[in-house]
């Protein structure tokens, strides 16, 4: 049933679940956010850190987030479940909402998932996948 159906949350890191703007440096938390998705994983909700910091960088990340009592159940990669139905871990992350600051705030969360149809799916793999040499 649709009640049971896990959703997934791909959430960036910065300026969106901390507010800082001078990268790498880690501004305040996004309290309310970090509180959603901590929520959304206690419904076994499945929450994707999603972000361009590799390293010792994104430990940073993951470490602060910690500090904070939020864990992820993927980093930069694409449930189990996904990477069998596409037979590889494509670079687009599949979710059913996107978090960053440059996109869905949320305030937009309520608003229903999408079906996502597989030619646009492919052809988003694509250009993610050129776009991902000049991630900032």
């Avoid at 901390?18 to 305040?28: D, E, K, N």
């Avoid at 949320?106 to 999408?114: E, G, W």
């Avoid at 079906?115 to 000049?134: A, F, H, T, V, Y």
Wanted: aromatic share 12%.
């Amino acid at each position: 049933s649709m009640a049971n159906y896990k959703k997934i949350y791909a959430v960036d890191f910065d300026g969106t679940l901390h507010r800082g703007v001078r990268y790498p440096l880690i501004g305040t938390p996004n309290y309310y956010l970090i509180e959603f998705l901590k929520e959304k994983r206690k419904k076994e909700d499945i929450v994707i850190l999603w972000t361009c910091r590799e390293g010792e960088l994104l430990k940073d990340a993951v470490n602060w987030c910690r500090k904070y009592g939020l864990e992820f159940d993927y980093i930069n990669e694409n449930t189990e479940e996904n990477k069998k139905k596409f037979e590889n871990d494509c670079r687009k992350i599949f979710a059913h909402y996107y978090i960053d600051d440059r996109n869905m705030t949320v305030n937009d969360l309520h608003v229903q998932a999408a079906g996502l149809d597989m030619k646009i799916w492919e052809r988003s793999c694509e250009l993610m996948l050129k776009e991902s040499e000049s991630c900032v």
